[in-house]
């Protein structure tokens, strides 16, 4: 991969992570926003693949994944 065609896919992803913490900035005292990365590496109930799917990761690209490289570290 060139330079440039990994510039563009960093740059996608920012983009695209950005998107999803914006997404849930929308808060007011009343309704609080949940994080995007709910639930997380950081809680105590996690499923990984549920967590790569709610932020766009298809069933093709887990699969193609090594085994173990999936650590819900989604967000």
């Known amino acids: 991969m060139s330079t440039h065609e990994t510039e563009t896919v960093h740059e996608t992803v920012r983009?695209?992570?950005a998107a999803i913490a914006r997404a849930n900035?929308?808060?007011t005292p009343e309704s609080p926003a949940e994080s995007?990365?709910?639930p997380s590496c950081c809680s105590s109930a996690i499923d990984v693949t549920t967590l790569a799917t709610s932020i766009g990761y298809d069933a093709a690209e887990l699969s193609a994944l090594p085994?173990?490289?999936n650590?819900?570290?989604?967000c």
């Not at 650590?71 to 989604?74: F, R, T």
């Open 15 to 17: 983009s695209n992570y």
């Open 36 to 38: 995007c990365c709910a």
């Open 71 to 74: 650590m819900g570290l989604s």
């Open 67 to 69: 085994e173990g490289a």
């Open 25 to 27: 900035m929308h808060t």
